[in-house]
């Protein structure tokens, strides 16, 4: 079982920036994927971004172009830098990883609070 422990997370206002991080127990290069997720109060956990194993990278349409997601290999994280935040970003984030067809696994969440 993979183990994710995120952290970064926090009350920014308005247009500000947060940078999550998801470390991880295993050897991020042979997962099929990564990526984070968020969960606002009533709402569905939706997908943020995710990174597969060679690299490519996907985006919710709602956050494109004001978050990056990355990752390095040598210390088995992944990050999601966030910049112009808004009050809409607001929601617990999820770490999520794939490490094979069969498995997964997720983080225990983190608190992102864009308010003025």
């Known amino acids: 079982q993979v183990q994710l422990v995120e952290s970064g997370g926090g009350l920014v206002q308005p247009g500000g920036s947060l940078r999550l991080s998801c470390a991880a127990s295993?050897?991020?290069?042979?997962?099929?994927?990564m990526g984070w997720y968020r969960q606002a109060p009533g709402k569905q956990r939706e997908l943020v971004a995710s990174?597969?194993?060679?690299?490519?990278?996907n985006y919710a349409d709602s956050v494109k172009g004001r978050f990056t997601i990355s990752r390095d290999i040598a210390t088995n994280t992944v990050y999601l830098q966030m910049n112009s935040l808004k009050s809409e970003d607001t929601a617990v984030y999820y770490c999520?990883?794939?490490?094979?067809?069969?498995?997964?696994?997720w983080g225990q969440g983190t608190q992102v609070t864009v308010s003025s």
């Open positions: 295993g050897n991020i290069f042979t997962y099929i994927a």
């Open positions: 990174i597969t194993r060679d690299g490519a990278m």
């Open positions: 999520h990883a794939r490490p094979s067809v069969s498995s997964t696994s």
